[in-house]
């Protein structure tokens, strides 16, 4: 399987911050990872998917990017909505795998 | 737009069978996959399975002697079966379209949507 290692496991940052998560794969993956936001109670929805597409109806300040093993969400400007968990999910082979999550905590 | 509700028994025995049903609305179950995905209580999540809408399956070789998925195109349902079930099974079992297919296209290879979840919990 491949494992899926996402830093920092929490965050605390305030609003307008620019925030960055980091994911990295234990072998390469080409650009075939997501990533989702999760809020308490709720299901995860899919943000970023190819590493670096915006889902449709997401918020032009959350991005994606790298290649291989190691990607990066970036948030340019923290709202207060989008403290929440976010996960990377890789597609590059079965089964799919995600990364154990990283928490975007209030300042 | 499409939407996934899961149902089944919020508690089931150890030992026993856990059963859960995925309905799917505002769309059909055609051409695409559709996947189980778990969370045990403040922890990660867990990729269990697909089933593609002609009724191949692929299961997470982790459960995979103990993972039934089938489909039900005629009620645009999706079902999953967990037998010998133990505490380590207790989660919040969420149902998604996707999991295979285009990398460039959602669902495609991604999950979404998703249902909003059902907790079992595997007790006596």
């Known amino acids: 399987d491949i494992q899926m290692t996402q830093s920092p496991s929490s965050v605390s940052a305030s609003i307008g911050d620019r925030v960055t998560i980091t994911c990295r794969a234990s072998?390469?993956?080409?650009?075939?990872l997501a990533w989702y936001q999760q809020k308490p109670g709720k299901a995860p929805k899919l943000l970023i998917f190819?590493?670096?597409s915006l889902q449709s109806g997401v918020p032009s300040r959350f991005s994606g990017s790298g290649s291989g093993t190691g990607f990066t969400l970036t948030i340019s400007s923290l709202q207060p909505e989008d403290f929440a968990t976010y996960y990377c999910q890789q597609a590059d082979s079965l089964p799919r795998t995600f990364g154990g999550g990283t928490k975007v905590e209030m300042k | 737009q499409v939407q996934l509700q899961e149902s089944g028994p919020g508690l089931v025995k150890p030992s026993e069978t856990l059963s859960l049903t995925c309905t799917v609305s505002g769309g059909s179950l055609s051409s695409s996959y559709w996947s189980w995905i778990r969370q045990p209580p403040g922890k990660g999540l867990e990729w269990i399975g697909y089933?593609?809408?002609?009724?191949?399956?692929t299961y997470n070789p982790s459960l995979k002697s103990r993972v039934t998925i089938s489909i039900d195109t005629s009620k645009n349902q999706f079902s999953l079966k967990l037998s010998s079930v133990t505490a380590a099974d207790t989660a919040v079992y969420y149902c998604?379209?996707?999991?295979?297919?285009?990398?460039?296209?959602?669902?495609?290879?991604?999950?979404?949507?998703w249902g909003q979840g059902t907790l079992v919990t595997v007790s006596s």
């Open positions: 072998q390469g993956i080409g650009n075939l």
């Open positions: 190819a590493a670096s």
């Open positions: 089933i593609y809408y002609s009724g191949s399956t």
């Open positions: 998604a379209r996707g999991g295979s297919g285009s990398y460039y296209s959602v669902p495609g290879s991604w999950f979404d949507p």
